[in-house]
């Protein structure tokens, strides 16, 4: 498998740390968001994945972009260690704290949202990410256990974790959120959770490197 990522995406965070759980080597090809204007609008990553984002990656003769879409895919080629739970109620609570940070919170604050924002990218991004925060805490309050869905690590804290280092980034005050807080630490002290963070990648640059 190849994977093209960039160290700080979330999106590419959310991958690594799957293949890194199932145990699946793979190449790392850096795709430089910033770097000569977006190396990821070159005409050869275009034929790649027209959407122009990361990740992508090339597995079984196949190229998959769109990040969910990429786990799910390894979760029914590479069953274990499972990514979703086998009772269906805890699934359908799983794929729903994955949408809601997927769909409701990550693509409002990425990059090619914030470079419309201007001056106000910064407190766009602390309002996209406090609103989703708040609803998040109060789903978690009803389905956590040590992780977001019981005690088992799901596709639910792939998504998790990444969504809480662009708080970080962003300066939200993370004090009203302790449920996110304590799952967040919980799952970082994972090893796969620790190998795929954006310190520790090929193209993190050198004064962010852990």
């Not at 604050?109 to 805490?137: D, P, R, Y």
């Not at 970082?188 to 852990?210: M, V």
Request: proline residues 7%.
């Amino acid at each position: 498998p190849v994977l093209y990522s960039y160290f700080r995406s979330s999106c590419s965070w959310r991958v690594r740390i799957a293949l890194a759980l199932k145990g699946i080597s793979y190449d790392l090809v850096p795709v430089n968001l910033i770097k000569d204007g977006g190396q990821q609008f070159s005409a050869e990553f275009k034929a790649l994945n027209p959407m122009q984002q990361v990740p992508a990656l090339k597995i079984d003769g196949i190229t998959l972009s769109q990040s969910l879409a990429i786990i799910n895919y390894l979760e029914e080629t590479h069953p274990n260690p499972r990514l979703l739970p086998q009772d269906p109620k805890k699934r359908a609570q799983v794929r729903m704290i994955a949408d809601h940070i997927a769909s409701g919170i990550q693509p409002l604050q990425n990059l090619s949202v914030l470079k419309q924002m201007g001056e106000k990218k910064m407190e766009w991004a602390q309002n996209c990410i406090t609103s989703g925060f708040q609803a998040l805490e109060q789903i978690l309050q009803h389905t956590a256990g040590r992780y977001c869905v019981g005690d088992e690590v799901s596709m639910a804290d792939l998504c998790l974790v990444p969504q809480v280092a662009n708080a970080e980034r962003f300066k939200v005050d993370m004090s009203p959120y302790p449920t996110i807080t304590r799952i967040n630490k919980a799952l970082l002290e994972l090893e796969a959770f620790k190998i795929s963070h954006p310190s520790r990648q090929p193209d993190t640059p050198a004064e962010l490197r852990a």
